[in-house]
């Protein structure tokens, strides 16, 4: 099977990697999304977040005492700004 804490170490391996990419490709912590999709021009921000889980499923993650889920998605959306006469701004 392997050694314990596999997920520990995809995720520091994973977040090493992506923090040292060079910007704007690395991802660095804390960043405000939504803050720049406004910065970019974006209206009408809006941050969900949910976990993927089914309580009416017998087999799912949140019924088993050996699994859990550690992550939630999350998603950013915005309305690209219009200009009065051109439309989109691109």
Do not use: K, N
């Amino acid at each position: 099977m392997g050694r314990p804490g596999l997920q520990a170490r995809l995720d520091v391996a994973t977040g090493d990697l992506l923090f040292r990419l060079p910007v704007p490709h690395g991802i660095r912590p804390g960043t405000d999304w939504a803050a720049l999709l406004r910065a970019a021009g974006f209206t009408d921000v809006i941050t969900r977040s949910w976990l993927l889980l089914d309580p009416a499923d017998p087999l799912g993650v949140d019924r088993r005492p050996d699994l859990f889920w550690p992550a939630a998605q999350t998603v950013y959306t915005g309305r690209a700004a219009e200009d009065d006469e051109t439309g989109p701004r691109s």
